[in-house]
């Protein structure tokens, strides 16, 4: 798609009565090079200006400002003054400031345009922890927007999402602790409820992955001498981390690990749940009008994309897209029971 127009954005702020804005661009683009080079004559030619213009340029900023910007005299480079050094200290702070909120607008606005310019496909960047039922979602977006995944781990994901370097974060919580704890820590530290929302994806079985024919039925098996149990290798690939698991157990290097009842199904191996993963998409609440989070919504809500889910074993997509709040994302967390008093 080529549209014509393009987002710029000037950060020229010196203006006054007889002294233009784009007379003060040139003014503060000639203090810049005089700081640098202490020649007029340098300065003109960087700023494209005549030696005369550069000249009256000056003469009009002191008249402005009521006191002169650069000291000149014959025989010695020239010098900003005590106020020409604070205007182009102004000016960098101006910049310096502004900068973060122009490259943001930048982002924002042609997601704010998309659904009016022809031929435009709306635009969404997602960092997530690897999801069977994401690879589905993804290939069914194909179809209406640009859906940009990148698999990493869960927090990174967040991570991302609150550093703005991605417009939704995918990442999932197990219904028992101490993984659930983990995730609500991660949760507090990088989802800021007044900025952030959240929307249901998916659940999945987690449980205990173990060869056919092994008598591996539960935890208390895990206690058989000889037995080889794998852990989920966190150094992984997160693509791959959990299906290490079933194709370890299926090529016979271990006899039982924990997954996702989707892999076991995938290695046909036998499985015990012991867990349910709620998997979560977080956003900006100010992204939740936009065209790219309105389309993905709409596919998430969709009977194609609740079926695809439905397929994969272990997977439920029941309340997908739905909105809950953080502290609802973490209330069907089992905690332990107390301890009886002696």
Known sequence: ??????????????????????????????????????????????AEVSYRSAWGTLVDGAR?????????????????????????EADRHVRATLAGAFEGLRNEIPGML??????????????ASHDLA??????????????????????????????????????????ALPRAAAAAAALGRWLDPRRHVLMHFVSREQGLIARRGSRIRGLHDLTRSGLRFIHRQDNRAP???????AGAVAEGRADAGFGLRADAARHR????????????????RSALRGPGLTTLLRLLRSAEFAAQAAAVPGYIARHAGKRVSLEAALAWVKRPSPSPRP
Do not use: N
């Not at 977006?141 to 869960?154: E, I, K, P, Y």
């Open 114 to 127: 998309a659904d009016a310019l022809p031929g435009t496909r709306p635009r969404l960047v997602l960092h």
């Open 239 to 245: 693509e791959s981390a959990e299906a290490s698991v």
């Open 1 to 46: 798609m080529h549209t014509a127009f393009e987002i710029g954005f000037d950060p020229a702020w010196l203006t006054g009565t007889g002294f233009p804005r784009e007379r003060s661009r040139v003014l503060l683009r000639l203090l810049g090079e005089l700081a640098r080079s202490g020649s007029l004559r340098e300065a003109a030619r960087t």
């Open 134 to 175: 994401l690879v589905a979602l993804s290939k069914l977006a194909d179809r209406s927007m640009d859906l940009r995944v990148t698999f990493c781990g869960a927090e990174d994901a967040l991570a991302s999402l609150a550093r703005g370097t991605c417009d939704i974060a995918g990442f999932h919580v197990a219904d």
């Open 64 to 88: 402005l400002f009521g006191a002169p910007l650069v000291d000149m005299g014959r025989g010695r480079p020239a010098r900003l003054s005590a106020l020409g050094l604070r205007v182009l």
């Open 269 to 284: 191996l036998a499985f015990t749940p012991l867990a349910v993963e709620r998997y979560f998409l977080a956003c900006p």
